[in-house]
């Protein structure tokens, strides 16, 4: 194994998770009495923080966020996450990477208490030595502070590092942190935007991280 030390985003990697994001965010901005969005294009906002998804896309006036992100949580977190799976093949590629002396972690700007729910349901905590979400206060929110909470998470450093991500946020933090990054470019992201920060390796397909990890 080239890395010692395994970050895995989760929405968009590990997960299939566009159905509950995108119903979740629908019922909040009903909830909120606020216009529909156009969510249409996962790429706008699987991947970013949540908050910066109410202010930037759904235009959700700063006064209103903090109801919103505890709406949005709610409506996850009832029904939401029930519709999230993870990709066919996944399974198998974290089995493997578990018979190596590598660590792994769950990166993702996810609220943290949110994704160690979402990872246990999905049946994927066997396969992580930790998870690194996000906070509410959002002082932790982006990879850039992630990645390394992650490896401090698992006692490990940036050299023998790796990210794997479906987005250009993935990418952006990884730059940031001196860290590689493998693209995932199965998820949900822009392909194209990633290109752009240089990833070490792509992966078409789950199965295919074995070949370039």
Do not use: C, Q
């Given at each position: 194994m080239k890395y010692k030390y395994i970050l895995f985003d989760l929405d968009g990697t590990l997960s299939q998770s566009a159905e509950g994001i995108r119903y979740s965010l629908e019922k909040t901005l009903e909830s909120l009495g606020a216009p529909p969005a156009d969510l249409s294009d996962y790429t706008k906002y699987i991947g970013p923080p949540l908050l910066d998804t109410l202010r930037n896309l759904c235009n959700i006036p700063d006064e209103l966020c903090d109801r919103g992100y505890e709406l949005y949580k709610n409506f996850y977190a009832e029904k939401g996450k029930l519709m999230n799976k993870p990709y066919d093949g996944i399974i198998p590629v974290l089995k493997k990477l578990r018979e190596t002396d590598a660590k792994l972690a769950v990166c993702t700007s996810k609220l943290?208490?949110?994704?160690?729910?979402?990872?246990?349901?999905?049946?994927?905590?066997?396969?992580?030595?930790?998870?690194?979400?996000?906070?509410?206060?959002?002082?932790?929110?982006?990879?850039?502070?992630?990645?390394?909470?992650?490896?401090?998470?698992?006692?490990?450093?940036?050299?023998d590092a790796v990210m794997l991500g479906d987005t250009w946020y993935d990418a952006k933090g990884a730059r940031e942190c001196s860290v590689d990054f493998i693209a995932c470019a199965y998820g949900y992201g822009d392909n194209d935007a990633m290109a752009e920060y240089n990833p070490v390796a792509w992966a078409n397909s789950p199965i295919e991280i074995l070949e370039v990890i």
């Open positions: 943290e208490t949110t994704a160690v729910t979402v990872v246990e349901e999905l049946g994927l905590s066997k396969y992580f030595d930790a998870v690194a979400g996000s906070n509410r206060d959002s002082t932790r929110k982006d990879k850039k502070d992630l990645i390394p909470y992650a490896l401090e998470l698992l006692g490990g450093n940036k050299a």
